[in-house]
């Protein structure tokens, strides 16, 4: 009966992304059944990565929903995404996603938050990549300029046959890192900001990719990036 609440609960919001943390308590079929609902009101499936499936209409802002226990203070989706959510009330910049609207409901032992959030694209897999360069070398504490010569290094050391790909990735790459270092200081200031609160850490890139999507104008925004 509880499930069946909380199936219906989720079905009735506007756009949903289920933490896959939620698999943990929410069985195959109870997922499939939740897909089919949506389907049914005219939503669909437009991705899905280490935390996340998203469900959407053509247009509007997704709503975000993150499943927490009530009795666990960490390792759940949730808690990460209010860590992130306290950073932005108090950070003005461009690289932070819109978003509006949290509210909390329980039911049972689960705390169910849901959030407005802005619609957001995925990067390229050059911008992707230019990405990890740059969080690696902000969590060193290294300056832009080490982001840029790493980058540099692209092409050094390949084979004739394979060079002329990789010097054009290796321009690709000089250009999307010129065009978003402002993002740079950004991400300095998220890992001083994690390293200020207990058991949080920054989860900016991680073998599944990173959390950094765009906006529709180009603009680089990070979406979820602790871990708590």
């Given at each position: 009966m509880k499930s069946q609440k909380?199936?219906?609960?989720?079905?009735?919001?506007?756009?949903?992304?289920?933490?896959?943390?939620?698999?943990?308590?929410?069985?195959?079929?109870?997922?499939?059944?939740?897909?089919?609902?949506?389907?049914a009101k005219g939503y669909s499936n437009i991705g899905k990565g280490v935390d996340a499936i998203v469900f959407a209409k053509k247009t509007g802002d997704v709503i975000k929903v993150l499943i927490g226990?009530?009795?666990?203070?960490?390792?759940?989706?949730?808690?990460?995404?209010?860590?992130?959510?306290?950073?932005?009330?108090?950070?003005?910049?461009?690289?932070?996603?819109?978003f509006s609207n949290i509210t909390k409901t329980t039911i049972g032992t689960e705390?169910?938050?849901?959030?407005?959030?802005?619609?957001?694209?995925?990067?390229?897999e050059d911008e992707r990549d230019v990405v990890w360069v740059m969080a690696q070398y902000a969590e060193d504490n290294q300056s832009f300029v080490d982001v840029i010569n790493d980058i540099k290094q692209i092409g050094n050391d390949v084979l004739p046959q394979y060079q002329k790909d990789q010097l054009r990735k290796r321009n690709i790459q000089l250009k999307?890192?010129?065009?978003?270092?402002?993002?740079?200081p950004l991400m300095k200031k998220l890992i001083k900001y994690a390293g200020s609160v207990k058991n949080l850490s920054l989860d900016l890139i991680n073998d599944s990719g990173v959390n950094v999507m765009k906006r529709r104008d180009g603009t680089w925004v990070i979406t979820d990036p602790f871990v708590l």
């Open positions: 909380r199936i219906l609960l989720l079905c009735n919001k506007l756009v949903i992304n289920i933490s896959m943390r939620v698999y943990e308590y929410i069985n195959k079929q109870t997922l499939a059944f939740l897909q089919k609902q949506l389907s226990e009530r009795d666990r203070k960490t390792d759940d989706a949730a808690s990460g995404f209010l860590a992130f959510a306290k950073f932005c009330e108090n950070v003005k910049s461009p690289h932070l996603p819109k705390e169910i938050y849901q959030v407005s959030v802005e619609r957001l694209y995925n990067l390229t999307i890192a010129g065009e978003n270092k402002s993002i740079f």
